[in-house]
């Protein structure tokens, strides 16, 4: 789940916007120093669009020509948890939806990773696994990735559990960023006790191509992929209209949820390419700048 290189590189030009981010902001790479805290030198990335001007190396720019700026530690940090859903309900779609998580957990832990925020990357089913991190630094990304491929979906699903643990445990707050299809009728109680412990809250609803727009005219046989029930159905016009108007009701119930609490929300098809997911789709949805 490692991205390619030439991906690397884009995304170290990225940043993950946070409340809490902009609370601490001045000026430099973190915008403002912790008191009594030193700027500690750490790395150099490459200019973008909205950086400092004063961050720039111009000795690095006089010898080569290439614009830079300067990174440093000690500047103030978000804490950046990505919350991985692992439920058995991920393994479907081509691609699946849980290699579009991994793939967009790996991507948004790099950027993390290179501005040098506190990162922590979790998988959760009907309970929460371990917890990678934190992470600070590119130097850490090989144990970002290989957290990530390490993920596999087993276990059915408990969101409001899960997430429930997972916000007792977490020992500062900061940025949750979410990575699920919600095929479990407990996500709002797990999204709410997250919220009610101060944490700022990104949804990523991820969902096949399929589970979105319907094949017409098909004989199928639906399997609950947690249980393991099934219903056969005939997917004729009827059928279509009314699954297109229950999927309406269901996706904008969510969005309600998640605009009357102020958090972020995205919905990513599997099969969309991580490029136009990370610099298109979260862009306009402001997770990412």
């Not at 669009?49 to 530690?73: K, M, S, T």
């Not at 991920?90 to 990162?119: C, E, Q, T, Y």
């Not at 727009?213 to 046989?221: H, Q, S, Y």
Request: aromatic share 6%; with cysteine.
């Amino acid at each position: 789940m490692r991205p390619a290189p030439e991906l690397l590189r884009r995304l170290e030009r990225l940043r993950i916007t946070s409340r809490g981010r902009a609370r601490s902001s001045s000026i430099g790479e973190r915008r403002g120093r912790r008191h009594g805290a030193s700027m500690q030198f750490a790395d150099y990335r490459s200019y973008a669009a909205g950086d400092d001007p004063r961050q720039v190396d111009w000795n690095v720019y006089a010898r080569g020509g290439n614009l830079v700026v300067r990174l440093f530690e000690e500047e103030s940090q978000v804490d950046i948890h990505i919350v991985v859903d692992a439920s058995r309900s991920m393994d479907f779609g081509a691609p699946s939806k849980f290699d579009a998580a991994r793939r967009i957990a790996a991507a948004l832990g790099h950027v993390a990773l290179a501005r040098f925020d506190r990162l922590y990357l979790t998988a959760i089913d009907d309970r929460a696994g371990p917890t990678t991190g934190p992470l600070s630094g590119k130097d850490q990304a090989s144990l970002l990735f290989a957290a990530v491929e390490r993920m596999a979906p087993a276990r059915g699903s408990d969101l409001a559990s899960s997430l429930q643990s997972l916000a007792a445990r977490f020992g500062s707050v900061g940025l949750t960023i979410l990575i699920s299809d919600l095929m479990t009728p407990t996500w709002e109680n797990g999204l709410r006790a997250l919220s009610r412990r101060g944490h700022e809250i990104a949804l990523i609803h991820v969902l096949a191509p399929e589970e979105v727009v319907p094949t017409a005219g098909e004989e199928l046989r639906l399997i609950d992929r947690e249980t393991g029930r099934h219903v056969e159905i005939h997917l004729d016009d009827v059928a279509l209209d009314a699954y297109a108007r229950r999927f309406a009701a269901w996706t904008g119930a969510i969005e309600r949820f998640c605009r009357d609490r102020a958090i972020r929300y995205a919905r990513v098809d599997s099969d969309t390419p991580i490029e136009t997911v990370l610099f298109d789709g979260l862009r306009r949805r402001g997770l990412v700048a």
